[in-house]
């Protein structure tokens, strides 16, 4: 979310970022924020004009009163109810005016920091460093083939149940998974003092607008209960029409409009923990010396990616449901840059210790996510593909996420001001999994546990 102050103060600075992000009509939407400005700003003085005179008329009326003078109390009661319908007028603009600018601000994305490369997308991404030797020999198995025929990985019977970009891992795959995970988690909490946390996977609204999920990416969201309109001016909504769920007490809820009952407390399935952790400080000031704050959970994931039909339908990379470790981090605004590089090391750290070959891509203006104003990327080698696939991202979001969800600190001296917020994943699970089976897998079909791991495997030193 942007400080309108700001906008109003360097109209110049938001065209230029808003271009630099692939807002063409930037000039356009800067104008018309400034008018709906304007024109809020303008009803705010009208309205606090009109009560101001009321409030002094109502006054009066008594005193005339008092003086018997009665002809003076009508004409000031009659002046009072004009300046009761010049509020109310205000009041509806304001209120009108309002929604609509705060539904624009909402809708806008983060602005890029100085030192982010310009480039409309990946293409423009520039690799900052590198680390490990990709796999030398024959061309790996990809990962897909290599589960399925180890009989550890089903993605038939997970797409009867479930549908497409579903799994079933099996046997020594399953637990190999669960070992990645735990690993993580291991790793980012003794040995990075993060903190562990367990948070909802269920959310409101309000939790998905304050980290910039909504409204803008609502079709990319599963939720669990009835279908909503999600207005932008965030903790807002309402029942649009039902879905077919079935309500607490088993009324099946039908597609056919027959039997509805509403469900009117729907929640959304978090697509990434970072909803739930960074909003721990929602509405919060956070006393200086608290920060930073560190945290960290290994969660399921829900994302429906309704915009990326196409891509990395098969196999594990792009799934609907995957387990994620995510490392968030609050701090105060002159630490955050700070903060962003430790964060990405603790990322790598990970890759590191499972030595699998990656590079950092500091990502351009236009390939970098919705609330972020500066990105990493990690990219991992995947033998299959000859080539670096994404396995982590590590975002610093300035203030734009705690303007949303008015997170706060204090210094000893001085009045509260908006925290920096930073997310990055540490790491993908899934991916993590596809990289090792792809990177440690031999001839004869196996694939060997990374020396990393073998304490969280029961002995067993390959799987397959």
Known sequence: MHDIRAIRDNPERFVAGWLSRGVAEAGGLVADILRLDGELRRAQTTGQDALAKRNAASKLIGAAMGRKDMEEADRL??????????????????????????????????LAADDVPDGEDEAGNVETARWGTPRAGAPAKDHADLGEAMGLLDFEAAAKMSGARFAVLKGGLARLERAVGQFMLDVQTTEHGYLEVNPPYLVRDEAMFGTGQLPKFATDLFSAGALREIYPTGPTDVLAELTGFSTADGDVVGLDGQGYRPIT?????????EVSLTNLVREMITPEEELPLRLTALTP???AEAGSAGRDTRGLIRQHQFHKVELVSITTPDKSDEEHERMTTCAEAVLRKLELPYRRMLLCKG???????????????????????EISSVSNCGDFQARRMDARFKRKEGKPEFVHTLNGSGLAVGRTLVAIMENYQDEGGRI???????PYMGGATHVG
């Open 77 to 110: 009661k009659a002046e009072v109810e004009a300046l009761k319908g010049d509020i109310a007028a205000a009041a509806e603009v304001e209120a009108t005016v309002g929604k609509e600018l705060r539904g624009i601000l909402a809708a806008q994305k983060n």
């Open 265 to 273: 407390d729907a929640r959304w399935l978090i697509p990434t923990a």
């Open 301 to 303: 994931c829900f994302r």
């Open 367 to 389: 390939d970098m996510g919705f609330s972020a104003k500066k990105t990493f990327d990690l990219e991992v080698w995947l033998p299959s593909q000859a080539a670096y696939r």
């Open 448 to 454: 060997a546990v990374p020396a990393a791991l073998l």
